[in-house]
């Protein structure tokens, strides 16, 4: 689905991304691993658009999809979930989720919020539809909360939540289990697992927790110093000797 081709990119002299030759495959849950450092956010970055990169091509099927802004790649159905800002906490777990697809798509955000004579239908479909996506992921209670009051884990949820809003095809999620309990975590494997088998989304997480790749991926990529140093089963990729010893070098 996504192919990426001796991607480089630079910070000064520094190549946080060297390299990087691989592919994501249509329908997997592949998981992205490496130490800190490894170059694994990234590489997100720049094939979601956030960043340019230095060399190298990113295509998704046959289409070069390389540095175009987020907002293109938002309409090709690629999204890579992003914390919620600070400024958005004031705002309820609904709300966040309801102004999801103006957001994404590059629309000025308060006009499409705010903006007088919005149809009351519209805002209607967005309210019904963020109820249902609070329903799939299991945070229904949480709909009237305000989006800074709730727990990391459930911040997690929110962000998976927020791609349920639109079309994604493809969802680069960046570190879900970052301290988040592992009641919370397996309610966030859980639902990924669902919207990837129920909904034919394909995912590439960026996770260190083994436990939880073993749970939910399939194929395991691990980077190490802009390269891809590994590919294949968790089993093959956690034994690797190379893997192992980038591990080790840490
Ligand atoms: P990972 O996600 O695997 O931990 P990152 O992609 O976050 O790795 O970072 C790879 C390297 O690139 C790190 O050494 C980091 O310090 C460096 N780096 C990342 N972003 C920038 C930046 N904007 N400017 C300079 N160096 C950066």
């Given amino acids: 689905m996504i192919r990426v081709e001796n991607l480089h990119r630079h910070f ?21 691993i490496g130490p800190n450092g490894a170059g694994k956010t990234t590489l997100f970055n720049v094939i979601a658009g ?15 999809i390389t540095g175009l802004p987020p907002h293109v790649l938002f309409h090709k159905g690629v999204l890579r979930t992003f ?3 600070h400024e958005f906490g004031s705002m309820t777990v609904r709300e966040n989720l309801m102004m999801v697809p103006a957001a994404q798509s590059g629309e ?5 919020l705010f903006r007088r004579g919005k149809v009351a239908s519209e805002e209607e479909r967005l309210r019904a539809k963020a109820d249902e996506v609070l329903e799939f992921l299991t945070i229904s209670h ?17 962000e998976l939540g927020r791609t349920m809003m639109v079309d994604a095809k493809i969802v680069f999620l960046d570190e879900v289990g970052a301290g988040v309990n592992r ?18 989304y394909t995912f590439c997480v960026i ?44």
């Fill in 183 to 200: 009641t919370l975590l397996n309610t966030i494997g859980d639902a990924i697992v669902r919207l990837n088998r129920e909904r034919g």
């Fill in 207 to 250: 996770e260190h927790d083994m436990d939880f790749i073993g749970r939910i991926c399939g194929p395991v990529i691990c980077m190490a110093e802009g390269k891809v140093l590994a590919e294949g089963t968790v089993d093959e990729v956690k034994n690797d000797e190379r893997v192992i010893e980038a591990y080790l070098g840490t």
């Fill in 83 to 85: 914390q919620i800002a």
């Fill in 108 to 112: 000025n955000l308060w006009d499409a």
């Fill in 12 to 32: 000064g002299g520094f190549r946080a991304v060297d390299g990087a030759t691989l592919e994501i495959r249509k329908g997997a849950i592949t998981g992205l």
């Fill in 50 to 64: 956030r960043l340019p990169p230095t060399s190298g091509h990113v295509y998704m099927g046959d289409e070069e």
């Fill in 142 to 158: 949480l709909a009237d909360q305000k989006a800074a009051m709730i727990s990391g884990g459930q911040k997690k949820l929110l």
